[in-house]
């Protein structure tokens, strides 16, 4: 028998070219903080400017807070809480990908909560305190992989211990997510091949953990991986394929965001957070990357069917003999169809001496718990291992 669980309260404005709708919809609030990225590339795309002038266009003050940096640490959201304070901000605006959506979020949280962020961490050595409340916010997205704007979770790192540590609470669901492809067909190639791996393995693991109890779950998490599947090849292969590049954002900021919403991740993300938190240059998707194969060689044989079944959605013939393998053998194929396998950990300046820090903060700090599957610390020290070039 199965259940269904459902709570997914963001309006979405999908669709490609409907940036322009911000101009006449109606927004939470009469004054936003813009955050973006520190590396200007909003306003050398042209984004920022249009979605400015969209704002006036609509009668909406704004600030610009462009501090935002990729593995965004707690210092940040802090400097944007005070930006927006001072200016007397009443509601957020992520403008790009995960790291500006998820500063505004834990920002939005901060603005009308006590204490510190920390508080509110519910893993590692987060006080876990309950956010009940935030400011609106507004997400408009520019990448295809995080799913944050569709999904009550942030994710910041801590300046000093360097835990990369999951924020949730229904209060920081974005009360409006625009979604527009025409934003994103201008990304760089490794930028869409590191997105579209992180929409993959988010809908993947969700539908692992799931193992079939949420039927709504079931449906959005598979479809999200068969589509990422058939597309994202397409696009690294033509970055102008609108049609492929509309179906990544459908599958990654929708379904992602939707299986991640109600259901979990698996600890293939928290190993690649704890790197990422270790590593602040090293980009989520690449983390998730380089350690993907050796994970699930590792534990595709502890739930078989459900990996099997990934393998099928993504075009593989599961084989007998190999219980669980149709998964990794379909991985392996859009791993090298993409260039993806390639990439190297010490690339990223990752060092084999950090590894015993990487996989106790992995266990201990953050934890696994939400795994299907019982993995020991050797289990990961041998996944770094086997991964590391």
């Not at 510190?116 to 400011?135: F, S, V």
């Amino acid at each position: 028998m199965f259940t269904i669980d459902s709570y997914l309260p963001t309006r979405i404005v999908f669709g490609y070219g409907r940036l322009k709708e911000l101009a006449s919809m109606e927004l939470p609030g009469k004054k936003a903080l813009i955050c973006v990225t520190e590396d200007g590339l909003m306003a050398q795309l042209g984004v920022q400017q249009r979605v400015e002038s969209l704002l006036r266009e609509n009668g909406t003050e704004y600030v610009l807070f462009d501090r935002v940096c990729v593995n965004p640490p707690k210092s940040v959201v802090e400097a944007a809480v005070a930006v927006a304070r001072e200016n007397g901000c009443d509601f957020m605006l992520g403008l790009g990908g995960g790291a500006s959506i998820d500063v505004a979020k834990a920002a939005a949280a901060m603005m009308v909560n006590d204490g510190d962020l920390w508080d509110y961490g519910y893993t590692g050595t987060g006080g876990r305190r309950e956010l009940q409340k935030a400011l609106p916010i507004v997400t408009i997205s520019t990448t295809c992989g995080t799913g944050t704007e569709t999904d009550q979770y942030c994710v910041i790192t801590h300046d000093e211990t360097r835990e990369k540590l999951d924020f949730t609470s229904e209060a920081i669901f974005p009360t409006i997510s625009i979604i527009d492809p025409e934003l994103m067909m201008t990304l760089p190639r490794s930028l869409t091949i590191m997105q579209g791996f992180d929409a993959l393995f988010h809908n993947a693991e969700c539908y692992v953990t799931n193992g079939h109890r949420n039927r709504l779950l079931d449906l959005y998490s598979a479809d999200g991986v068969k589509v990422v599947a058939e597309n994202l090849t397409k696009v690294v292969n033509d970055p102008t394929d609108a049609q492929a590049r509309t179906n990544l954002a459908y599958a990654a900021d929708i379904l992602g965001g939707y299986s991640m919403a109600l259901d979990s991740v698996t600890s293939h993300h928290i190993l690649a957070q704890t790197l990422g938190g270790y590593y602040p240059g090293f980009p989520h998707g690449a983390t998730l990357i380089v350690v993907a194969e050796a994970y699930y060689k590792r534990v595709c044989s502890l739930l078989p069917d459900e990996f099997d079944e990934l393998g099928e959605l993504m075009g593989e013939t599961r084989d007998p003999a190999n219980p669980g393998y149709a998964y990794v053998k379909a991985l392996i194929r859009l791993l090298d169809e993409t260039g993806a396998r390639s990439m190297k950990m010490s690339e990223y300046g990752v060092k084999k001496e950090d590894f015993q820090k990487i996989v106790d903060m992995t266990v201990d700090q953050v934890g696994i718990a939400l795994d299907r599957y019982q993995l020991t610390k050797q289990d990961f020290m041998d996944m770094l291992e086997e991964s590391y070039r």
